[in-house]
Structure formats: C-alpha cells, structure tokens
C-alpha cells in the first residue's frame, strides 16, 4: 500500500550565499520558513519541485520537505530541517550571527 502524502515545502540553497530557501506561494525565495509555500497535494509538489529544478541560476538543491501548518506558516517535521533553517552551526554566519550566545 502506498504511503500517504503528507504536506511539503519546496526547499533548496541559494547558489552564491548558499543559505536555505524557501519556494513561497508567489513564486519568490525566502530565507524564512514560515513564508514558504505549504503544498498540501502530491501533484503539485511535483509541479512546484520541477519549477524550482529549472531555476539553477539562482538555487542548487531544490527538494520536497515534510511539513506541517503552524500558528505563522508552515514547520519542520525532521529535525534535519528545524536544524537547517536556523543556519550554520557556528555562531560566526548567517542566522545565527546576531545571536548574544558566545563563542567558544
């Protein structure tokens, strides 16, 4: 028996800076998940996947992520992804450069 589809984002990384984007539903990137576009049919994500492959001047990567809707947007269901949309995993880049935590 298949499995049954369960919601998704488009996801992938941007070609020049490299940071996590995401596929919003007015065709843009977003460096935010909670702006992303929450496809909910397997057809679609299809589509919406294909699309943001033909975009390899701009992103590399592009894959379906499970997620779920929330309060603001869409959320992970993988740590995997809760984990890639706070940025690196040093203090010194991206998202996490304005944090007050220190360095060690």
Same mark, same amino acid.
């Given at each position: ?8 984002? !488009?996801?992938?990384?941007? #070609?020049?800076?490299?940071? !996590? *984007?995401?596929?919003? %539903? ?6 935010? #998940?909670?702006?992303?576009?929450? *496809?909910?049919? %397997? @057809?679609?994500?299809? #589509?919406? #996947? ?8 701009? *992103?590399?990567? @592009?894959?379906?992520?499970? @997620? *779920? @809707? ?26 996490? %450069? ?7």
């Amino acid at each position: 028996m298949a499995r049954a589809f369960t919601p998704k984002v !488009v996801t992938a990384n941007d #070609l020049v800076e490299g940071d !996590v *984007i995401y596929l919003t %539903e007015d065709d843009r990137w977003s460096r935010t #998940l909670s702006d992303a576009e929450l *496809i909910t049919d %397997e @057809a679609h994500a299809q #589509l919406r #996947l294909l699309d943001a492959e033909r975009q390899a001047n701009i *992103i590399v990567g @592009a894959y379906l992520a499970d @997620a *779920i @809707a929330g309060e603001n947007g869409p959320e992970p269901t993988h740590f995997r992804e809760d984990f890639r949309r706070t940025g690196p995993s040093n203090y010194a880049h991206g998202k996490q %450069e304005t944090q007050t935590q220190p360095r060690s």
